[in-house]
């Protein structure tokens, strides 16, 4: 199955600081999506993104859908030690979703 | 409260013991899915199903059977679990082409 490519694989980062992650995959995909992940839960869904060249916020997140269709960027600011978690992207074509392997964010009071 | 509910949240077994894992949703959604989480290698879907009766495999569906006979439940069956299908395990589901919404896992250990 696909993967896609998600980077970086961990961010270690003072609180405050701003974070930037990114996923591209070699396929065109319809819809991207941004999760989190705490510690024994669930992926909870951050961010949808359905439109080429779309940038959506939700409260200090942003993220964009690629133009190319083949890559998105999520972005955090003003870092706070909450944001702790793994973040994943997935894109979706249809009913099949593809994960990246996840962006492990450490916030350091 | 819309969720997706997964039981039991931790599971300890033997090789060999037949165990299902139950899954239910109330949002009606038509499309549900299991996944397998592992360390460096992110999900990776087992099964996958867009509606009553229609079921699929997914990347890695040896070892795991499932059934969709009502639309909000989606159970993970292991006929003859192994060690190597020791890991966390995530049930999601989705409203047509919409995100995916997801449980909150079941940690499996096959001894």
């Known amino acids: 199955g696909q993967q896609l490519n998600q980077s970086p694989q961990s961010m270690f980062i003072q609180e405050g600081e701003d974070v930037s992650m990114n996923c591209t995959s070699s396929s065109i995909f319809n819809t991207w999506l941004w999760y989190k992940q705490d510690p024994g839960e669930g992926p909870v869904l951050l961010i949808a993104l359905y439109k080429a060249g779309e940038l959506t916020s939700n409260g200090r997140l942003t993220a964009q859908f690629g133009i190319t269709r083949k890559d998105s960027f999520l972005n955090i600011s003003a870092s706070i030690p909450s944001d702790v978690g793994i973040y994943f992207c997935?894109?979706?074509?249809?009913?099949?979703?593809?994960f990246g392997t996840g962006t492990s964010l450490t916030v350091i009071p | 409260e819309a969720q997706v509910t997964q039981n039991p949240r931790y599971l300890i077994t033997v090789t060999g013991k037949k165990l299902t894992v139950t899954c239910s949703q109330n949002?009606?959604?038509?499309?549900m899915s299991w996944y397998r989480q592992d360390p460096g290698l992110g999900l990776r879907q087992i099964y996958y199903?867009?509606?009553?009766?229609?079921?699929d495999k997914g990347d890695v569906p040896e070892g795991y059977k499932v059934s969709r006979k009502e639309k909000r439940n989606f159970p993970l069956i292991l006929e003859s679990p192994s060690p190597n299908q020791t890991s966390l395990y995530f049930c999601?589901?989705?409203?047509?082409?919409?995100?995916?919404?997801f449980g909150n896992g079941t940690r499996l250990t096959v001894t």
């Open positions: 199903s867009m509606n009553v009766e229609v079921t």
């Open positions: 997935a894109g979706a074509t249809g009913n099949q979703f593809y």
């Open positions: 999601a589901s989705s409203l047509g082409p919409g995100p995916l919404h």
């Open positions: 949002m009606n959604h038509e499309y």
